[in-house]
């Protein structure tokens, strides 16, 4: 006698709100997408450029953690980049047999050039609403964060974008809270 197969959950009806949540998430990949194509590069590079942008001058070993990629496969996407014209290898002033991947001033202004606008775009969004709804829109969406990490377990992988961490001078070290913030698209997650 055969045991039948436990039916697979399905979803029952979603709220608006969950399903916009969806288009969100659709959205931003066809958001990546354009800036990909118009910068000329691939998925992994411009999430490369993204880290960059965020952090700063890094190491290659650096840059290949935050990708979770090995040394060659970085070498490859720095050798793309590079090609491109959109980052340059510079020596690492703080080891002498070191490099650095610089991101080049033009490339991320390009890149900045279409992020801008979007950001700040979504950040107008929010001020059509009053402070009390704010407040209830600020609490819905963090406890959509926070399932979507109760899923998808722990992770201290380095991100390219994060809302509240001071961002770095081109030299890759922290600035003071409150100094130019970076305004990545939150697609690409929290950096630690």
């Given amino acids: ?29 066809d958001f990546e997408r354009s800036l990909g194509g118009a910068l000329s590069v691939n998925p992994t590079d411009l999430s490369a450029m993204q880290h960059l942008i965020v952090a700063g001058a890094l190491s290659p070993t650096s840059l290949a953690e935050r990708l979770d ?4 496969a970085v070498t490859t996407v720095i050798d793309r980049l590079e090609g491109l014209g959109h980052v ?17 001033p033009a490339s991320v202004g390009r890149a900045m050039s279409r992020i801008v606008p979007m950001v700040t775009g979504v950040d107008r969004a929010i001020h059509d609403f009053d402070e009390d709804e704010q407040a209830v829109i ?19 992988r380095p991100r390219s974008w994060r809302a509240d961490a001071p961002p770095r001078s081109p030299d890759g070290r922290r600035r003071a809270a409150g100094t130019e913030a970076s305004p990545l698209p939150p697609s690409s997650a929290p950096e630690s």
Avoid: I
């Fill in 88 to 104: 340059r290898r510079t020596p690492n002033p703080d080891d002498r047999r070191g490099t650095l991947v610089v991101p080049e």
């Fill in 69 to 72: 990629l090995s040394s060659a």
């Fill in 138 to 156: 600020t609490r819905y969406l963090q406890r959509v964060v926070d399932t979507y990490r109760e899923h998808a377990g722990p992770s201290d």
């Fill in 1 to 29: 006698m055969s045991e039948s197969p436990e039916a697979p959950p399905r979803f029952g009806p979603s709220h608006p709100a969950t399903l916009l949540l969806r288009e969100l998430l659709d959205v931003t990949e």
